[in-house]
């Protein structure tokens, strides 16, 4: 292969990658969406009247214990992305990817703080 046709290859490699964090960050925040509704829903049951408690008090734990394991799996994901993007960046050093040190950090900020928001949300729901 030549020089342009590797470099064309990494960089391809490399956006694939980043589309791949924004695919699971975008099912991230779906997914907890939906289960911090449901949840909020499931509370508000609980404290009306008139109601089954005791039915809607075996379910409320459910919601908690699955926007962690969520949360946990897509930060999981997203960190593996991240790490093939530095792997890819060091199988090709001749490609300059991130620009300085704080761009490798910036890129892994907004990926990672947002899952590990939402297992802290989780858990104090708990």
């Known amino acids: 292969m030549s020089e342009i046709e590797n470099e064309k290859l990494a960089r391809d490699r490399w956006c694939q990658e980043d589309a791949l964090i924004n695919h699971r960050l ?3 925040l779906t997914a907890q969406i939906a289960l911090f509704a449901g949840y909020g829903w499931i509370i508000d049951k609980i404290t009306q009247t008139g109601h089954d408690l005791i039915l809607y008090d075996r379910f409320v734990w459910l919601f908690p214990l699955f926007g ?4 946990l799996a897509f930060l999981v994901s997203i ?5 093939t ?4 960046a060091v199988k090709f050093p001749e ?3 991130p620009a300085d040190k704080w761009c490798i950090w910036g890129r892994w900020v907004a990926p990672v703080v ?3 928001l939402f297992l802290i ?3 104090v729901s708990l």
């Open 79 to 83: 960190i593996s992305a991240l790490r």
């Open 85 to 88: 993007q530095t792997s890819i």
């Open 68 to 71: 962690f394991i969520t949360a």
């Open 121 to 123: 949300a989780w858990l």
């Open 114 to 116: 947002v899952p590990l």
């Open 26 to 28: 975008t099912w991230l």
């Open 95 to 97: 490609i300059d990817f």
